[in-house]
């Protein structure tokens, strides 16, 4: 099942030095605007829950989806990015499509204004 962008509330995340919304579901990517960046993320294969791997699609150990403004540079011989888990942190606010769109997600969280 893949779910609307524009009706899912995601997780802020930060990744490799951006923020970036992550939901485990998967994406219509459809209902994805054209300027975002939409990825896929893969779990290790103890199901620790870690995030080991960015690819555009992934069909084993899919732990989410992740959506940036910006492009996750992709090894090209792989088209995938490995990460261990000092790439990525979870900031526990709830973002919906429209608010990461039009919000600066840093600007935001410097000034102290409330994502969610």
């Not at 919000?103 to 969610?116: F, K, P, R, V």
């Amino acid at each position: 099942m893949k779910v609307n962008a524009a009706e899912e509330s995601f997780e802020l995340m930060e990744m490799l030095g951006q923020r970036v919304l992550f939901t485990n579901m998967r994406v219509d990517r459809d209902t994805v605007p054209q300027d975002l960046y939409v990825y896929e993320v893969r779990h290790d294969d103890d199901c620790t829950g870690e995030i080991c791997e960015i690819k555009p699609s992934v069909m084993v150990n899919h732990w989410g989806t992740i959506i940036c403004k910006e492009p996750i540079e992709l090894d090209t011989k792989w088209n995938s990015r490995f990460v261990d888990k000092d790439d990525y942190s979870y900031l526990g606010d709830d973002v919906r499509l429209d608010e990461y769109i039009n919000t600066d997600c840093c600007e935001a969280e410097s000034e102290g204004l409330e994502m969610s």
